[in-house]
T-cell receptor, first 114, second 112 residues
Framework: EAGVVQSPRYKIIEKKQPVAFWCNPISGHNTLYWYRQNLGQGPELLIRYENEEAVDDSQLPKDRFSAERLKGVDSTLKIQPAELGDSAVYLC????????????FGPGTRLTVL | KQEVTQIPAALSVPEGENLVLNCSFTDSAIYNLQWFRQDPGKGLTSLLLIQSSQREQTSGRLNASLDKSSGRSTLYIAASQPGDSATYLCAVSLYNFNKFYFGSGTKLNVKP
């Protein structure tokens, strides 16, 4: 069984440029999470989807960040425009459903904003 | 808001030693707790998941315990090996929220 797939693995951009990250969760997993992990810290939730619905986006900086999961499968996280402080690892995770919420993570995308 | 703390931040032990990693949390109304391993430059690998009704879970040389009343979980690693070197993170989810709160992790180095 394939795990959570993310692309790209690395991205270097200049500040004020847009950037997008893509995630394909484990097949059959209805819940999808986007996290941001700063160096030396644990992941912090940005947004959680149950199928197509964003049920928790309270930590998403909505002035510059957006996300979508149109068909309830793969998802895209976008930053526009990027700032220096956005440099971090962006992790995607999925779980089966709210009652069976063991999380499985992708390899992450390391973003560097210059 | 749930606060999750992991102490120590770093730990170095000789190969073969048994060791314990600690995780504490402030809100005891948890749904479950998950321990992860993270290798440098990689994503998180799930090690063990303990439901709130359970006291411990075991997988190979790993044993995780949960004491909700005191707000603590421990991850016991038996007969440590250099391949166990990684950062270990715990994450707690609360009832009705399905949201995980992570600690900052313990960076483990097992010396040959």
């Amino acid at each position: 069984e394939a795990g959570v797939v993310q692309s790209p693995r690395y991205k270097i951009i200049e500040k004020k440029q847009p950037v997008a990250f893509w995630c394909n969760p484990i097949s059959g997993h209805n819940t999808l999470y986007w996290y941001r992990q700063n160096l030396g810290q644990g992941p912090e939730l940005l947004i959680r989807y149950e199928n197509e619905e964003a049920v928790d986006d309270s930590q998403l900086p909505k002035d510059r960040f957006s996300a979508e999961r149109l068909k309830g499968v793969d998802s895209t996280l976008k930053i526009q425009p990027a700032e220096l402080g956005d440099s971090a690892v962006y992790l995607c995770a999925s779980s089966l459903d709210p009652s069976n919420n063991e999380q499985f993570f992708g390899p992450g995308t390391r973003l560097t904003v210059l | 808001k749930q606060e999750v703390t992991q102490i120590p931040a770093a730990l170095s032990v000789p190969e073969g030693e048994n060791l314990v990693l600690n995780c504490s949390f402030t809100d005891s109304a948890i749904y479950n707790l998950q321990w992860f391993r993270q290798d440098p430059g990689k994503g998180l690998t799930s090690l063990l998941l303990i439901q709130s009704s359970q006291r411990e879970q075991t997988s190979g040389r790993l044993n995780a315990s949960l004491d909700k009343s005191s707000g603590r979980s421990t991850l016991y690693i038996a007969a440590s090996q250099p391949g166990d070197s990684a950062t270990y993170l715990c994450a707690v989810s609360l009832y009705n929220f399905n949201k995980f709160y992570f600690g900052s992790g313990t960076k483990l180095n097992v010396k040959p």
